[in-house]
């Protein structure tokens, strides 16, 4: 009972709200340290370009990952493909699974380069893939 009662009395100290304030120096910075995101232009009243808030750079961030995931996903696709195709032997059905295979391939990475190519349009001075 008394261990449960100090537990509890943890877990309400561990999850209570705490109280977040804006960063009143002056310096535009959002007032918290990454790794991955600057947070060096978030008040865009100042004229700031908005290529350098940190909402742009997840964004592009995330375009990036999925440019990654759709090629490792792409390769897989083809190692499938291929082993379909040199196990299957006699059988019609397999070769017929394998180029259905093959072609879907083909038409996911056509279609995402169109997205990506719309992408860059969309997005001013494209995605920049300096890291």
């Known amino acids: 009972m008394g261990v449960a009662l100090i537990l509890s009395g943890g877990l309400a100290v561990a999850l209570a709200p705490v109280s977040v304030y804006a960063n009143e120096d002056g310096n535009n910075n959002c007032g918290v ?4 995101i600057s947070c ?8 700031a370009d908005i290529q350098e808030t940190a909402l742009w750079y997840v964004i592009t961030l995330g375009i990036k990952i999925l440019v990654g995931l759709v090629g490792v996903a792409a390769l897989a696709g083809v190692v499938y493909g291929a082993v379909l195709y040199t196990t299957a032997g006699n059988s019609v059905e397999q070769v017929k699974k394998a180029k259905g295979v ?4 083909a038409l996911g990475v056509v279609a995402f380069a169109l997205m990506y190519a719309l992408l ?12």
């Not at 340290?33 to 991955?36: E, R, S, V």
């Not at 060096?40 to 004229?47: E, L, M």
């Not at 860059?120 to 890291?131: A, D, Q």
């Open 33 to 36: 340290d990454t790794a991955i």
């Open 40 to 47: 060096s232009g978030v008040n865009n009243n100042d004229g």
């Open 102 to 105: 093959f072609t879907n391939i």
């Open 120 to 131: 860059n349009f969309l997005i001013p001075g494209g995605i920049n893939w300096n890291f």
